[in-house]
C-alpha cells in the first residue's frame, strides 16, 4: 500500500489564492458535514446517541460543489458507522481537489487498517475526540476501553505514515488537570492537539462548566497554553481563540458570531444549517449564499466559531498554515 500523500504546499498556495474571492462572493470558508447524526457513544452533552433512523445522501460531492468551502471537517454522529466513508471522501474529492478534507471521531472503531483506507480515499486530516487521558474518558463517552485503544492506536497509525493526525480537545470543568499534559503526549506522539471550549447549549448540561472557583487554575492553563505554542508545541488553535476562553467562561457570552457567514453545518439529508445547534434552513440544491442571514447568538466558544472569527491575516496564521 503507498504511504499517504501529504496536502502540499502547492494545494495550500492554490486554496489560500482562491480563498478571498470566495469570501468575497459570499461562500462559507469552512462547511462542518454530519455524514450520519448516529453514534455508538453515550456523550452526556450531546443528544445525538438517540438518532434511531435519518435520512442520508451517499454522495456529498454535488454539496461541497454548491457551497464552495475551502475546509470540509466530516462529523457526526460517528462517521465511522458509515460502511460507505471511504467511498464519500472519494467522491468529494474527486470533485473539488483542492478542498482540505478533515475527520473528526471517537476513533473506537479505528484502526491502523481503515486509518489508511480512509487517507488513500483523500482525507487530510484526521482528527481524534480525546478528552481525558484516563479512564475518565471511558466514562465520558460511555465506552469502555476507549481511552486504552485511543492511546495504542495512535502510534500505530503515525508508523503507518499518517502524518496530519491530530486530537480534538474540548476544555471544561473536569480536565482542567488533564490539558498541558495532554499537549506533551501529542509532542511525543509527533502528532498536533486543537481545543474548544465546553459550552451546555445542546442539551443543557452544565455540570461541565468551569466554575467560578476555577476561573484561576484555567487562567493558569491558558496561559501555559500560550507559552507552549510560542515555543513551537504542535497546538493547532490559534493564539486568539485561546486568549479568549477565559473570557467565555467567565461571562457565558461572546459576540460577532459568523455562523452561516464564515462557516455552516450540513445535515446528513443535505440540508444547510448556520450551525449544528440551530434548525436546518434550506436544502443545499436551493442554497445561496445570501439563504441565511446574520445570526444572533453568543452562547458558544466552539473552536469552528471560534476561529472563524479569528483575523483572517496575521503573521501567526501564515505560518501553521504553511507549517501544518
Excluded at 203 to 214: L, P
Aim: a positive charge; aromatic letters at 8%; proline letters at 5%.
Amino acid at each position: 500500500m503507498p504511504l499517504p500523500r501529504k496536502y502540499t504546499l502547492a494545494n495550500k498556495l492554490f486554496t489560500a489564492s482562491r480563498y478571498p474571492f470566495r469570501r468575497l462572493a459570499g461562500y462559507p470558508t469552512l462547511v462542518n458535514l454530519e455524514v450520519t447524526k448516529k453514534c455508538n457513544a453515550r456523550c452526556d452533552f450531546c443528544d445525538y446517541w438517540k438518532t434511531e433512523s435519518e435520512e442520508r445522501l451517499s454522495d456529498y460531492a454535488p454539496v461541497i460543489a454548491r457551497l464552495r468551502p475551502t475546509v470540509v471537517m466530516l462529523t457526526g454522529g460517528e462517521p465511522l458507522l458509515r460502511r460507505d466513508l471511504e467511498a464519500v471522501i472519494a467522491g468529494i474529492k474527486k470533485q473539488s481537489p483542492a478542498v482540505y478534507l478533515g475527520l473528526i471521531t471517537h476513533a473506537a472503531m479505528l484502526t491502523p487498517k481503515r486509518g489508511l483506507a480512509l487517507w488513500e480515499a483523500g482525507l487530510d486530516q484526521l482528527s481524534i475526540s480525546l478528552d481525558f487521558l484516563d479512564e475518565r474518558h471511558d466514562k465520558a463517552r460511555g465506552i469502555p476501553g476507549l481511552v486504552k485503544k485511543v492511546t495504542q492506536t495512535i502510534p500505530l497509525l503515525v508508523q503507518a505514515g499518517i502524518d496530519n493526525l491530530a486530537l480534538n480537545t474540548v476544555i471544561k470543568s473536569d480536565n482542567l488537570d488533564q490539558i498541558v499534559a495532554m499537549v506533551h503526549q501529542c509532542e511525543e506522539w509527533g502528532i498536533g492537539i486543537a481545543f474548544s471550549a465546553y459550552a451546555d447549549v445542546k442539551v443543557g448540561n452544565k455540570e461541565h462548566n468551569i466554575r467560578d472557583a476555577q476561573m484561576r487554575e484555567l487562567q493558569r492553563v491558558i496561559d501555559e497554553l500560550l507559552r507552549l505554542k510560542r515555543e513551537g508545541a504542535p497546538i493547532l488553535s490559534s493564539s486568539y481563540y485561546l486568549s479568549r476562553v477565559p473570557k467565555f467562561f467567565a461571562t457565558g457570552h461572546i459576540g460577532g458570531c459568523v455562523a452561516g457567514d464564515r462557516f455552516v453545518t450540513v445535515t446528513p439529508s443535505g440540508h444547510v444549517k448556520r450551525c449544528s445547534e440551530f434548525d436546518a434552513e434550506v436544502h443545499f440544491s436551493e442554497w445561496t449564499p445570501k439563504s441565511i442571514g446574520t445570526t444572533d447568538c453568543d452562547v458558544c466558544w466552539f473552536s469552528c466559531r471560534g476561529e472563524s472569527q479569528a483575523p483572517v491575516i496575521s503573521l501567526e496564521r501564515l505560518k501553521d498554515t504553511l507549517l501544518k
